[in-house]
């Protein structure tokens, strides 16, 4: 049975001419009157009825939130469950995998990633700490494919994997 995400956006995009006008779902109605603004300066025969809607669900990751942080290091949540993976029904582009989390850090610091597009996961590699830093998140493989084209340039290895048998000891959710 899949989870909701309480804190997923749902965006809706309109066509105009040669672009897509998206806003948040509760915004649609002024993206839709972008959209027909754009449509008819930019052609008289454009008919409202040629319009295409399409809702799209923008996934994100959120990692559970803990007490008592330190501005100083990252925060490493731990569960307390190992088959507690929120993620098992997605795939995601699995960057980098190392043994320390200030190694994850500085591979997010070094190729400029945003926080919102990548995840720090815990896990285990041959009994020792292995940490993760998983970028995008895709409801199938084909997304996460026509996805590829937009993960950054200064990456340059990368793997696209399922994330249901991923075994998530904890994550890093500030840095």
């Not at 040669?18 to 449509?39: F, G, M, R, V, Y």
């Not at 997605?90 to 850090?105: E, F, K, M």
Request: hydrophobic share 30%; charged share 25%; proline share 5%.
């Amino acid at each position: 049975m899949a989870k909701t995400n309480k804190k997923e956006t749902n965006i809706v995009c309109y066509a105009a001419q040669s672009k897509w006008i998206c806003a948040p779902e509760d915004k649609k109605e002024l993206a839709n009157k972008k959209s027909k603004k754009l449509n008819k300066e930019n052609s008289s025969n454009q008919l409202a009825s040629n319009v295409v809607i399409k809702q799209l669900k923008v996934p994100q990751f959120i990692a559970p939130k803990a007490h008592n942080t330190t501005k100083t290091t990252p925060r490493v949540l731990t569960k307390k469950s190992q088959n507690n993976n929120p993620y098992e029904n997605s795939w995601s582009y699995q960057l980098i995998g190392v043994s320390t989390p200030q190694n994850a850090l500085n591979f997010i610091s070094k190729n400029n990633l945003k926080k919102n597009d990548v995840l720090i996961v815990k896990s285990k590699h041959n009994n020792m700490d292995w940490w993760i830093v998983l970028y995008g998140l895709y409801k199938d493989k084909q997304t996460g494919l026509n996805d590829k084209p937009n993960i950054p340039s200064s990456i340059k290895e990368y793997w696209l994997r399922p994330l249901n048998n991923l075994i998530i000891n904890g994550y890093i959710d500030e840095f």
